[in-house]
């Protein structure tokens, strides 16, 4: 997160959503729900209006939003507002464009959805702050500072998906371009899912109401099984390709424009499945995290 390095922000199944302060030694709690299990979660874009928002998913299909900015005095509740019913089933990822006003939802429902986030920014501003209630279980201590109290339920909200992208299956994750893939106002989102595709579509988010058809396809096994975490594919840092783990033990790199592979990387300390990916955003460096719980550095 924010913060130059001393903010990290998290979500989680138990409906909590903190940030650890590295510098104070303490965690914050914005937000905290009874009802919903948070599955994905992400940021705002950075320098954008909603910079600031934090967006979660659920292992039910919603999406909240959270302005974790406690307006007033100490001990006013973050606000936060629900779309109840944004998927039929688990959100696996959400995405923020670097525009600022998209969000990218990938589910297990077969499908991902572009939302305009300043709807939700403006009804967020609509919201009077109330006052945290008591704490369910007392107050928690880290590092001597108090953690943030339960707060009031987020305020249910309605509002349609500038496009819906149906899939031949389930989807496990739907990622912006980096910035500088992005040319202005293109804007091309990568979706990985189960059915031996990576997909990356363009020119998203005007609206029309129609299912855009993908720009590129690339032909890749997703099919991780039961045992092995499933493939999200990620950018490279300059959005010329697209990296993924393979079945094989081996972190493969697309052509984002023709869907060619031209690069397949493998190592004999490699001996697991690398289903988590990322490139370094200066050099060529990968990091490649697998099923045995370690993450491997190829050069």
């Not at 992208?165 to 989807?171: F, Q, R």
């Not at 990622?175 to 804007?187: E, R």
């Not at 499933?230 to 697209?242: C, I, K, L, Y």
């Amino acid at each position: 997160g924010g913060g130059h390095g001393r903010l990290l922000h998290s979500a989680s199944y138990d409906g909590c959503v903190y940030t650890l302060d590295a510098s104070a030694g303490c965690f914050l709690l914005h937000h905290a729900s009874n009802t919903h299990e948070w599955s994905a979660f992400c940021l705002g874009a950075p320098g954008q209006p909603t910079s600031r928002l934090f967006f979660l998913g659920s292992n039910g299909g919603a999406i909240a939003a959270v302005d974790p900015r406690a307006p007033g005095t100490t001990g006013a509740a973050a606000r936060a507002i629900l779309l109840p019913e944004a998927h039929n089933k688990k959100i696996n990822t959400l995405s923020a464009h670097a525009g600022g006003h998209l969000l990218a939802s990938a589910s297990t429902d077969a499908s991902v959805r572009i939302w305009d986030v300043r709807k939700l920014r403006d009804a967020l501003l609509q919201i009077e702050p109330l006052e945290m209630d008591p704490p369910e279980m007392g107050p928690s201590q880290i590092g001597g500072e108090q953690i943030g109290a339960r707060g009031p339920s987020p305020q249910v909200f309605k509002a349609k998906p500038l496009c819906s992208l149906p899939l031949g299956a389930s989807s496990q994750s739907a990622v912006w371009a980096p910035v500088a893939a992005a040319g202005g106002g293109l804007t091309s989102l990568l979706v990985t899912s189960f059915d031996n595709q990576l997909a990356i579509y363009r020119n998203l988010g005007g609206g029309g109401g129609g299912a855009p058809a993908p720009a590129v396809v690339i032909r890749h096994n997703t099919q991780t099984g039961r045992w092995v975490v499933p493939f999200r594919a990620e950018w490279t840092s300059a959005g010329d390709g697209v990296l993924v783990g393979g079945m094989s033990r081996t972190a493969d790199v697309y052509d984002s424009a023709t869907g060619s592979r031209f690069a397949s990387f493998s190592s004999e300390h490699l001996t697991a499945i690398p289903s988590r990916n990322a490139a370094h955003p200066t050099l060529p460096v990968l990091a490649c995290g697998t099923n045995s719980g370690r993450v491997h550095i190829l050069r």
